[in-house]
T-cell receptor, first 110, second 114 residues
Framework: GENVEQHPSTLSVQEGDSAVIKCTYS??????FPWYKQELGKRPQLIID?????GEKKDQRIAVTLNKTAKHFSLHITETQPEDSAVYFC?????????FGKGTRLSVIA | NAGVMQNPRHLVRRRGQEARLRCSPM?????VYWYRQLPEEGLKFMVY????????ESGMPKERFSAEFPKEGPSILRIQQVVRGDSAAYFC????????????FGPGTRLTVL
């Protein structure tokens, strides 16, 4: 079945700097790759997603890139703010249910 | 448009009791997924259901756990004879289409087994 690896597990950045989180997946049939943000005690919330017919997608300070050949995708957050502090999960799915990475705890230091 | 609803939000059970968790999908969504999240860990897929059908239950323990999504009413995740290791947050998500569709999560049910 699908296996998703996510790195790093923790990430600390200074406010205003950029943060990058990377994921790799194993199933070449996967074609949908969402990113969720989860604050402490809250539900996961979708922040951006990308499908396999697109290489990059951007929404204000957040961007996701996808390399289907290498089977990896990345989340980029620019001009980080303290409210970006949370756990971020990447996911991968296609014909099978979403498989999530183990999460990255992002801390933005003011 | 109400989002995904889950109840109860918190549930306390003693070992050996039954836990019943409910999930009402977003309006227009006919696909429901259940996930378990242990403290400080990721989201583990348990089961995927469409109305009246279990599509994929590969992540659900074979014993004590069951799920249903009847024609009318919410999806229910049932855990029989709970043990301390069942303590976790259980999230459901719904989507309008299949597995490659965007999933929206409910607020979760936090189960504590004493």
């Amino acid at each position: 079945g699908e296996n998703v690896e996510q790195h790093p597990s923790t990430l600390s950045v200074q406010e205003g700097d950029s943060a990058v989180i990377k994921c790799t997946y194993s199933d070449s049939a996967s074609n949908y790759f969402p990113w969720y943000k989860q604050e402490l005690g809250k539900r996961p919330q979708l922040i951006i997603d990308i499908r396999s017919n697109v290489g990059e997608k951007k929404d204000q300070r957040i961007a996701v890139t996808l390399n289907k050949t290498a089977k990896h995708f990345s989340l980029h957050i620019t001009e980080t703010q303290p409210e970006d502090s949370a756990v971020y999960f990447c996911g991968s799915s296609g014909n099978t249910p979403l498989v999530f990475g183990k999460g990255t705890r992002l801390s933005v230091i003011a | 448009n109400a989002g995904v609803m889950q109840n109860p939000r918190h549930l306390v059970r003693r070992r050996g009791q039954e836990a019943r968790l409910r999930c009402s999908p977003m309006k227009g969504h006919s696909h429901v997924y259940w996930y378990r999240q242990l403290p400080e860990e990721g989201l583990k897929f348990m089961v995927y259901l469409q109305k009246e059908n279990i599509i994929d239950e590969s992540g659900m323990p074979k014993e004590r756990f069951s799920a249903e999504f009847p024609k009318e009413g919410p999806s229910i995740l049932r855990i029989q004879q709970v043990v301390r290791g069942d303590s976790a947050a259980y999230f459901c998500a719904s989507s309008p289409g299949g597995t490659a569709d965007t999933q929206y999560f409910g607020p979760g049910t936090r189960l504590t087994v004493l």
